[in-house]
């Protein structure tokens, strides 16, 4: 009898991508729409093609550095909440390590576990990392997700200067007639790829996705670009 292969396997799970993609993502359709669209009104204001490129400009320059400065404050907060907890675990381990070991067992038996089992896991645990485990079971910090502001506000900080890089490249290089058109045609292409991907790395089909990024950002250079024809003709 042929002996049994066992086969390892192994199931890569879409939620364990939705934090960063939820931030690269919102950081690139932020950067793009709200770039394309101060482009695009200033633009329709038949502004002079120095100062079309200048806004745009500014505009990815100050909204990088936003969402770095609130990705950094909101991230913060949160680390200083982990910490705070991990040294009230701290403590009660060191003044009430048996209430903490019994706390650990009534967790793994709210799960499932058998009353012996329960106990014998969460002595092993505790005799592993004790700390790590009453992080990871009873407050639920784990190693892999814990707060790291520095890394957070530069991930937003260029998830959202890659977005706003493609208008400020054409108000630079675009030379001919017709810059709101290309403007608007390169937005609208960008977004619904964007879109399509995000839904498709989280296991939808990716046409949702682009539409409802798509109804949106026209929306936003809809709006900006009439407010920079009326205000246009106003100065003419």
């Known amino acids: 009898m042929p002996a049994e292969r066992h086969h390892h396997h192994h199931e890569v799970h879409r939620s364990q991508n939705s934090g960063w993609l939820r931030a690269a993502v919102l950081g690139a359709n932020d ?9 695009l009104g ?21 909204g990088a550095l936003s969402m770095a400065a609130g990705e950094y404050v909101s991230v913060s907060s949160q680390e200083d909440a982990e910490l705070a907890d991990i040294r009230m675990e701290r403590k009660a381990l060191e003044q009430h390590p048996e209430a903490e070991l019994e706390e650990l067992t009534q967790i793994y038996i709210g799960r ?37 502001p520095v890394q957070a506000a530069l991930a937003s900080a260029a998830a959202f200067t890659v977005g706003a890089l493609p208008p400020v490249l054409l108000a630079w290089l675009w030379t001919a007639p017709g810059l709101s ?34 109804l949106w950002g026209a929306l936003a250079l809809a709006v900006t670009a009439g407010i920079g024809r009326i205000f246009g003709i106003s100065a003419g």
């Not at 950067?31 to 482009?39: A, K």
């Not at 608007?184 to 995000?198: D, F, K, P, Q, R």
Request: hydrophobic share 55%; net charge neutral.
């Open 31 to 39: 950067g793009l729409i709200s770039t394309s669209s101060l482009v």
């Open 42 to 62: 200033v633009a329709a204001a038949q502004a002079a093609p120095a100062t079309i490129l200048l806004t745009g400009i500014a505009g990815l320059a100050a």
């Open 112 to 148: 499932g576990l058998e009353p012996a089992l329960a106990r014998q896991v969460a002595e092993q645990l505790t005799a592993h990392d004790v700390l790590a485990a009453h992080l990871r079971d009873e407050v639920g910090i784990h190693d892999l997700q814990r707060a790291r």
């Open 181 to 214: 058109a290309v403007i608007v045609a390169s937005t609208l292409l960008l977004l619904a790829v964007l879109g399509y991907v995000a839904e498709r790395v989280a296991g939808g089909g990716g046409l949702k996705g682009a539409l409802r990024v798509l």
